[in-house]
């Protein structure tokens, strides 16, 4: 008889100072000295659990905190392009009131409504819960019975979340996602049953800053160069859609 699949989903470690105050989704960005510190400890947690698969986000700081996972095993890392955090468009490295001031009722609909906003020259929070939901249902049906684990962001985090969950898009922001946050969900059959929820590795947890991604929506929502995280085998997972 076939097992549960244990699905591990975790959050990217802090990233670098140069992205405070500014937003960025689609934006290319490493870990800070604190994020691989943070990844570290969620790496030690989970030492002993038998990955079968890593799956990571493109984006540098989900996937060099894959690769501090990987480190010491024989599982490849496996970038899931559809993983990626939302693509804020015009608004990516801007500073926030820079954005309030040249499109006062995108970011008024944006702080108001953020699941119904679409990015100038970017994509929708629909548009992103489509192709995330899509890439979850290939993994997972793909791994029945195994372990595996998803580093990626805080949308694409919550998103998995609030499907395990039944929550509602207008709901999905009640759902935190501290920096290095793990969250198990694990299937019986094909039951989602969420077992663990933002978990933090460091005992200094409720010390962290709040994590500000793209500022308002964060506080709502939400490369392959391995800075110091040693030898990890990475390859590209491209969707056949």
Known sequence: ???????????????????????????????????????????????DETFRAIYSSPRQRALESAAILAEGSRVTVTIEERFREIDFGSFEG??????????????????????????????????????????AREIYAGHRGETIAILSHGGVNRILLAAALGVANENIFHIAQRFAAMNLVVLIGDY???????A??????????????????????????????????????????
């Open 94 to 135: 801007r500073l926030y009131d820079e954005i309030a001031q040249e499109y006062p009722e995108i970011y008024r609909q944006w702080m108001e409504h953020p699941t119904e906003t679409h990015f100038p020259n970017g994509e929708s929070f629909v548009q992103m819960q489509a192709r995330v939901t899509e890439a």
């Open 192 to 198: 989602p049953s969420v077992e663990l929820m933002n």
């Open 1 to 47: 008889m076939e097992g549960n699949t244990r699905i591990w989903i975790i959050r990217h470690g802090e990233p670098a100072p140069e992205t405070r105050g500014r937003c960025y989704g689609h934006l290319d960005v490493d870990l800070s000295g604190n994020g691989r510190r943070q990844v570290q400890a969620v790496a030690s947690k989970l030492r």
């Open 200 to 241: 933090w590795a460091l005992p200094d947890w409720l010390e962290q800053p709040r994590s500000m991604h793209c500022g308002p929506i964060e506080s709502r929502i939400g490369s392959v160069t391995v800075n110091g995280a040693g030898p990890a085998r990475v390859f590209r997972r491209t969707s056949e859609h």
